[in-house]
């Protein structure tokens, strides 16, 4: 499974930003699509998550804020943020949990979120 991540960037607070993943290879083994964000220092966090069912579910700092959808004919998880803060600074990771023998998590690389005041 390989990722393809976009849409980081600098952004005011206030402001918005959408995060895409474009998946390849194995995507029908996927059982969900996750996004994770990490801050300098700082454990890596969950966002929100996305199922083979469209089921969503989403940290409560993402809560309200934050949108993850999943365009299967793209092979491609979003995630729309809204209302950026400062605290939302970070590095922000596609993930997928991949079904085989066992369910094994990779990662994308990662995009960089930088939210000035």
């Known amino acids: 499974v390989q990722f393809a991540e976009s849409g980081g960037g600098l952004v005011q607070a206030g402001g918005s930003l959408r995060l895409s993943c474009t998946v390849s290879?194995?995507?029908?083994?996927?059982?969900?699509f996750g996004w994770y964000r990490q801050s300098p220092g700082k454990q890596r966090d969950w966002v929100a998550l996305?199922?083979?069912?469209?089921?969503?579910a989403y940290a409560d700092f993402a809560k309200g804020r934050f949108t993850i959808s999943r365009d299967s004919d793209e092979n491609m998880v979003s995630l729309q943020m809204q209302s950026l803060q400062p605290e939302d600074t970070a590095v922000y990771y596609c993930?997928?949990?991949?079904?085989?023998?066992?369910?094994?998590?990779?990662w994308g690389q990662g995009t960089q979120v930088t939210v000035s005041s």
């Open positions: 290879g194995g995507t029908d083994r996927i059982t969900r």
């Open positions: 993930h997928a949990m991949v079904k085989g023998a066992l369910e094994v998590p990779y």
């Open positions: 996305i199922d083979r069912s469209g089921i969503t």
